[in-house]
């Protein structure tokens, strides 16, 4: 019997990994949720009436928040984070608090109350990163993967989960492309050649589980099985009324899951580049 705490629980990654969690074969136990989005809380917890989930407001900003939510647990999905690549390049000093620091507090929590995994959710702009948001995520990845050297004779073993693009996740482009389409504008995409990977929230949650099921601690977890998509061609799918608008400051033109120097390092295991 296992119980899971999910940072950023109420986010669209967070509520369905909920969801997934409470199936009986994962005979689970309890499902913390940990946010700061009360709304989002206060609907999803109308939603989802099961007496194994625990609600935690809270910020992975706040330490002490963060200690009292571990108590117990067993396994940590740290999703919490401030997402936007555009908006850290405006609020850089928010995105370093958040994913930097309220990473370093969910790590010092996990080894004050010596859980068994931590599982840290990257992203693909992590990868040789020119924004603000990739810079922290990259540094959130080190955090995690030297916590297996800082934690001593403690158990809990840390690894990194670096997901693509989700389809449809809230406050996407998917969002931006449905309200401009209900509103008679053109859908604005920012380069015909921009390309991004792209999963599934069904397929991402498969490969987190998958990655808990086999991490031993130390490994970034990479899936192999995501689709490479020009975003113009999703545009050209919701309308043809579409125009270039340019691209944002700290934004590439294409992201990648995994460079050249961890491929050199990886195995394939279940669909998953295992670097170690």
Known sequence: ???????????????????????????????????????GMASLRVKLQDKRIRWFLGDIRDKDRLFRAMENVDVCIHCAALKHADLSEYNPFEFIKTDVFGTQNCIEAALATNIDKFLFI????????????????????????????????????????????????????FDIWDWQKASGLPLTVTDERMVRYFMSFDKIIDFIVNALKIMEGGEIFVPTNAEKIRIIDLAKAIGNNIQIVGTRKGEKLEEILIDENELQRAKVVENIWVVK
């Open 1 to 39: 019997m296992t119980v899971y705490l999910i940072t950023g629980g109420v986010g669209s990654l967070g509520r369905r990994l909920i969801e997934e969690l409470l199936k009986p074969q994962y005979g689970t136990t309890r499902v913390a949720v940990f946010d700061n989005h009360e709304n």
């Open 122 to 173: 990257s992203s693909d702009k992590a990868v040789r990163p020119i924004c603000t948001y990739g810079k922290c995520k990259s540094l959130a990845e080190s955090l995690t993967l030297d916590a297996n050297s800082y934690k001593g004779d403690r158990r809990t073993k840390f690894s990194v989960c670096r997901p693509p693009n989700y389809i449809k996740s809230d406050g996407s482009v």
